[in-house]
């Protein structure tokens, strides 16, 4: 991988603390209100969470077109451990609108504020922390979508996703996840 794309990676990464809800202002979205969207964004959230659980992080932030998910959709993750928390109260986390946009294939390059070590931290409690972010649901049909996710742990520990889901049996199923990028 070049220098230059090494570091538009990491500036991609970094500038999402200058999006809303750095500066402890916390938005919330309903992730649309319908079940259909809300098992969506679940069905991802569990893929990206089995994806990374290996590097066993202390806590999990969640976010949603660049918001804070509702406390009834946080409530489908009760019980998980590490606790699901909203992504205002994390550190570094990907923004949709930073997201490498899947049809052109071109990385933002933003300014950085990041920390030294690069790695996200709770705001509260500093510790190791993973943020998972998606973008907005793209329709295909009633029973297909594609939907852009990216997760950021720190420096060289981030990817973006886009992935497709087909609703079978009543039940959104991943039934694709393609990798745009990963450090």
């Known amino acids: 991988m070049s220098d230059y794309l090494k570091g538009a990676i990491w500036l991609l990464l970094c500038a999402s603390l200058l ?6 202002v916390s938005q919330s979205v309903s992730t649309e209100g319908s079940k ?8 991802i959230f569990h893929y990206l969470i089995e994806k990374t ?21 946080l409530a489908r993750f009760e019980g998980q451990h590490p606790r699901v928390q909203p992504k205002s ?24 504020t990041a920390p ?14 993973i943020v998972f972010s998606l973008g907005k649901i793209r329709w295909h049909s009633d029973k297909k979508a594609e939907v852009s996710a990216a997760y950021d ?4 520990c981030a990817a973006q996703y886009t992935f497709v889901l087909r609703k079978k049996n ?6 694709e996840a393609r990798t745009e990028w990963i450090s």
């Open 19 to 24: 999006q809303p809800g750095c500066a402890g």
């Open 36 to 43: 259909d969207t809300q098992d969506i964004h679940e069905a």
């Open 53 to 73: 659980k290996t590097a066993k992080f202390d806590e999990i932030y969640l976010g949603v077109d660049g918001k804070d998910p509702a406390p009834e959709f």
């Open 89 to 112: 109260e994390g550190g570094v986390y990907m923004s949709p609108e930073l997201f490498v946009d899947p049809e052109s294939k071109e990385i933002p390059v933003a300014e950085s």
């Open 116 to 129: 030294a070590d690069g790695s996200p931290k709770s705001k509260k409690s500093q510790v190791r922390a």
């Open 153 to 156: 742990c720190g420096m060289l």
């Open 170 to 175: 009543n039940r959104w199923v991943i039934s």
